[in-house]
């Protein structure tokens, strides 16, 4: 059997449960493949330095293929209604009896991956699919009744029992060197079209799976333990910066799982309070990937709260222009998206409050932020980044409360009190510190002279604004 193996999001060769299944059963070689999609790309709003990082990740994986004699092939199909009989075509040019490949979990893949399967079977050949973008099956941790869970605590509650109880899937190692296939590799794009490459994004984030265990293993070697203290503070080295490699999959959330508990004497809910806390956002990621799952209309720009689907969203405009240059007059949301459009990366805190920011007090459409973050994050994820715009919005599963609005002012003052990471992203405040960095009304008027803005919206006004129109729309009165 010569097996050919699809990757996507899990470009690596350690633990990957598609690849090493695939080297286990094969007796003729095995060939890799991976399939640009430019006009899909564009459509679900991948980022320019994500297409980037994918390009980077993928030349790294090619290497480690070749080290085992698995060619890494190429292919380009403007959209996934031609990958089917693209790779089907592949298989039948080589010689590949079964197709393998890792579950995506997002609407239009998952429709994707089923007409591949079915081009297959109907050839007379075979497809296998596995788990491997989440500890379990996203639907495997349901309630009693088989329904989703909608609540994070409940969810992580059964996760962790079910750990705990002994079904513990291991990180799986690299595989055994294969026979030779004498078929070529296919050289890596230098890009793709319709997404530019900028050269300092590699001097930013390293790419390949050797430079994320790496990763991994400072962060378990020290910072973990002190993770729920630091990481709400985006001036320290406090978060592990993982997200981007587990978007593309250049490591995997079972060797982030064991890593953190063999930090922690193997205990997934006691122990080091840091590595807890840890444990606990890789559990919040594969709850949100579960929501897609159960409910596909948050894969379709939809609310899961209807309710909220009433709420008299503003376009935005000027206002929306203003929080996406980083020039709404708040430090602390400046600072934050100024970090996003310098780096493509986000901190995690920062996410929420600028999220907070346009959906409460400017009312602009959640949506209209939930795509911006992706047409600019290099660790875009659908599930992540809706699950975590809808929270904010407190339009999702297990939101935030709509009466409660993060205050832009205070958030700065608890999180940044020296006012370290607004003067790293703000040159603005150069030599501005407290008090009164995050307050507008109280900054000094050198940055003004320097060319900051005014604040764009009253904090205070535009709170009671916005409960005031949630609760009408979630009451049936708006």
């Known amino acids: 059997m010569r097996a050919l193996v699809w990757f996507r999001a899990d470009l690596r060769v ?28 564009r459509e679900h ?47 039948e040019r080589h010689g590949c009896d079964a197709l393998y490949f890792n579950r995506e979990h997002e609407w239009n893949e998952r429709r994707r991956d089923e007409r591949v399967a079915e081009a297959f079977r109907a050839s007379g050949r075979t497809a296998h699919a596995f788990t491997d973008r989440t500890v379990y099956p996203p639907a495997s941790v349901a309630k009693k009744d088989g329904s989703a869970y909608t609540v994070y605590g409940p969810f992580r509650a059964a996760w962790r029992r079910r750990w705990t109880e002994g079904d513990r899937p291991e990180a799986l190692g690299v595989p055994a060197p294969q026979p030779p296939t004498g078929v070529a590799p296919d050289p890596i794009p230098r890009a793709v079209r319709g997404f530019r490459r900028e050269e300092r994004w590699a001097s930013l984030w390293e790419a390949g799976e050797e430079a994320a265990r790496s990763r991994l293993a ?64 890789l ?32 376009d935005g405009g000027a206002a929306f222009d203003a929080w996406c240059a980083g020039r709404t007059g708040y430090p602390i949301v400046d600072a934050a998206m100024r970090q996003l459009l310098d780096t ?33 994050l290099i660790d875009g994820d659908l599930a992540n980044n809706n699950g975590g715009w809808q929270w904010s919005a407190s339009t999702g599963t297990d939101p935030q409360p709509y009466f409660r609005v993060f205050n832009p002012v205070s958030q700065g003052e608890r999180h940044d009190p020296d006012g370290a990471f607004v003067r790293r992203h703000l040159p603005e405040f150069e030599g501005v510190g407290p008090p009164g960095v995050h307050d507008p009304e109280r900054l000094p008027p050198v940055v003004f002279a320097r060319g900051y803005p005014p604040a764009i919206v009253d904090a205070r006004e535009s709170r009671r604004a916005a409960v005031e129109a949630f609760r009408k729309a979630v009451r049936g009165g708006g």
């Open 218 to 281: 400072a962060f378990v070697a020290g910072r973990i333990h002190a993770y729920h203290e630091r990481r709400d503070f985006p001036a320290l080295d406090g978060t592990s910066g993982l997200s981007p490699y587990l978007t593309c999959g250049a490591i995997s959330a079972r060797a982030c799982l064991h890593a953190a508990l063999g930090a922690n004497d193997g205990r997934i809910d006691s122990g080091s309070p840091g590595a807890v806390a840890w444990i606990d956002q």
């Open 14 to 41: 350690r633990d990957n449960v598609a690849f090493f299944r695939a080297c286990e059963r094969a007796d003729r070689g095995v060939l890799g493949v991976f399939v640009v999609c430019p006009g899909q790309w």
């Open 45 to 91: 709003d991948w980022a320019d330095i994500r297409v980037d990082f994918v390009l980077r990740n993928l030349e790294k994986l090619g290497v480690e293929l070749a080290r085992l004699n698995v060619p890494l092939l190429v292919l380009e199909e403007d959209r996934f209604a031609g990958v089917p009989s693209a790779l089907l075509r592949l298989a």
């Open 283 to 314: 559990i919040w990621s594969e709850f949100y990937r579960g929501i897609l799952v159960a409910f596909p209309r948050v894969c379709m720009h939809r609310a899961f709260d209807p309710r909220t689907e009433r709420v008299p969203w503003r």
């Open 344 to 376: 493509g990366w986000m901190h995690n805190r920062l996410r929420m409050v600028a999220a907070s920011f346009l959906a409460k007090n400017l009312l602009i459409d959640w949506r209209r932020g939930e795509r911006f973050f992706m047409r600019r």
